[in-house]
């Protein structure tokens, strides 16, 4: 079977970048009509298939309009499966009601999309309500729908603010929350943070929490139940705003990166000879470090700075661009940011991970 699923996904990759949506079609209903499972289908293949989109942009191997067209694909291949036969005879909604969002600004809806899915192949009824779903909108659709359970979706950090909203808005209507995306960390440990009831790290755990089993690499302590009435208590989050640092960065972020763009020239010569794309991409490049510098500050654990720190530097080396330039950069910003320790702190610690691991493999998967 293993090696099924492996020749499976290689076809669909080929298909995917090809545009070939007709191929990848052909290829997911062929594997169904086997009996393939179709939650397999989804999770075990489109899955893999969207991570290597993924992978391979940030190795350089293919274009943002490649990586867009591939996740078209996989859309297309996703609603031929949910319209298979072997699907719609799961679709009976006797587990109760769903309620499916990507939180605000996250448009990266694909797993969204697959977890909707996998909830009505395990018998719930799901609202899929798509990407970026403005927080206020949120309540009035549980309320008014009388879903049993929410689940929300975030696959960037810079998310995790938009998420914190979207969870204290959606329990104060009394219903449980289940996070899940990569933007959570790939533990779930920011879900806690936040103050979610749950995290589950694909659809099948989603799926598995609801019915309360077990499922490896969910988060151990949560409740049997989570549509349960009950939140867990350990799993409860803070619900006040971050500390006096988180919003002093993210407030000057915009001047922060024009003015460490300003100056790095004096400690990089090559970018004298910069075209105005080059200075552009530059200037979105130290526009994210901030962000991410943000974010740390935002959930406290300066490891998720250092992580994008060293899958920046991958994917710059992917593109000829030494991973060193990123330390005179990131100095720039400390040099900015005198007034507050924690910054500081977690820039340096960012600088002193990159050291170690420079010349070494960069991750593919930051989160």
């Given at each position: 079977m293993?090696?099924?699923?492996?020749?499976?996904?290689?076809?669909?990759?080929?298909?995917?970048?090809?545009?070939?949506?007709?191929?990848?079609?052909?290829?997911?209903?062929?594997?169904?009509?086997?009996?393939?499972?179709?939650?397999?289908?989804?999770?075990?293949?489109?899955?893999?298939?969207?991570?290597?989109?993924?992978?391979?942009?940030?190795?350089?191997?293919?274009?943002?309009?490649?990586e867009?067209?591939a996740?078209?694909?996989?859309?297309?291949?996703?609603?031929?499966?949910?319209?298979?036969?072997?699907?719609?005879?799961?679709?009976?909604?006797?587990?109760?009601?769903?309620?499916?969002?990507?939180?605000?600004?996250?448009?990266?809806?694909?797993?969204?999309?697959?977890?909707?899915?996998?909830?009505?192949?395990?018998?719930?009824?799901?609202?899929?309500?798509?990407?970026?779903?403005?927080?206020?909108?949120?309540?009035?659709?549980?309320?008014?729908?009388?879903?049993?359970?929410?689940?929300?979706?975030?696959?960037?950090?810079t998310?995790?603010?938009?998420?914190?909203?979207?969870?204290?808005?959606?329990?104060?209507?009394?219903?449980?929350?289940?996070?899940?995306?990569?933007?959570?960390?790939?533990?779930?440990?920011?879900?806690?943070?936040?103050?979610?009831?749950?995290?589950?790290?694909?659809?099948?755990?989603?799926?598995?929490?609801?019915?309360?089993?077990?499922?490896?690499?969910?988060?151990?302590?949560?409740?049997?139940?989570?549509?349960?009435?009950?939140?867990?208590?350990?799993?409860?989050?803070?619900?006040?705003?971050?500390?006096?640092?988180?919003?002093?960065?993210?407030?000057?972020?915009?001047?922060?990166?024009?003015?460490?763009?300003?100056?790095?020239?004096?400690?990089?010569?090559?970018?004298?000879?910069?075209?105005?794309?080059?200075?552009?991409?530059?200037?979105?490049?130290?526009?994210?470090?901030?962000?991410?510098?943000a974010?740390?500050?935002?959930?406290?654990?300066?490891?998720?700075?250092?992580?994008?720190?060293?899958?920046?530097?991958?994917?710059?080396?992917?593109?000829?661009?030494?991973?060193?330039?990123?330390?005179?950069?990131?100095?720039?910003?400390?040099?900015?940011?005198?007034?507050?320790?924690?910054?500081?702190?977690?820039?340096?610690?960012?600088?002193?991970?990159?050291?170690?691991?420079?010349?070494r493999?960069?991750?593919?998967?930051p989160?």
């Amino acid at each position: 079977m293993a090696d099924e699923i492996e020749d499976l996904i290689g076809k669909i990759w080929v298909s995917a970048l090809d545009g070939d949506d007709h191929g990848a079609i052909d290829a997911a209903l062929a594997a169904l009509d086997d009996g393939l499972p179709v939650e397999d289908l989804l999770l075990d293949v489109l899955a893999p298939v969207q991570l290597r989109v993924g992978d391979a942009w940030a190795a350089n191997e293919v274009t943002v309009a490649q990586e867009h067209i591939a996740t078209a694909v996989g859309e297309r291949v996703l609603a031929a499966a949910a319209r298979h036969r072997a699907a719609r005879a799961r679709h009976v909604g006797v587990n109760g009601r769903a309620a499916v969002a990507c939180v605000d600004g996250e448009w990266h809806a694909f797993p969204a999309r697959l977890l909707a899915e996998v909830l009505r192949l395990n018998g719930w009824r799901v609202d899929y309500l798509g990407p970026h779903v403005p927080t206020p909108y949120l309540p009035i659709h549980v309320r008014g729908s009388e879903a049993d359970v929410v689940l929300l979706s975030a696959s960037l950090p810079t998310r995790l603010p938009a998420a914190h909203e979207a969870i204290k808005a959606c329990r104060e209507t009394g219903r449980p929350v289940l996070a899940g995306g990569a933007a959570f960390g790939a533990d779930g440990r920011y879900a806690r943070v936040l103050g979610a009831d749950g995290w589950a790290p694909d659809g099948r755990g989603a799926a598995y929490h609801l019915a309360g089993r077990p499922v490896r690499g969910s988060v151990p302590d949560l409740t049997a139940s989570p549509v349960s009435e009950t939140a867990a208590p350990e799993l409860t989050g803070q619900d006040t705003p971050p500390g006096p640092e988180y919003a002093y960065v993210a407030g000057i972020a915009q001047d922060l990166a024009d003015s460490v763009v300003r100056h790095l020239s004096e400690h990089i010569p090559e970018m004298a000879a910069y075209t105005a794309r080059q200075r552009s991409h530059t200037r979105d490049d130290i526009g994210h470090i901030i962000d991410f510098l943000a974010m740390s500050l935002y959930v406290t654990d300066r490891t998720l700075f250092s992580r994008f720190l060293l899958w920046t530097a991958g994917v710059l080396t992917a593109r000829g661009v030494p991973e060193e330039t990123l330390l005179p950069a990131l100095d720039l910003v400390a040099a900015e940011l005198k007034g507050c320790p924690g910054a500081r702190e977690t820039v340096e610690h960012g600088r002193e991970v990159l050291r170690g691991e420079r010349g070494r493999q960069k991750p593919r998967h930051p989160f």
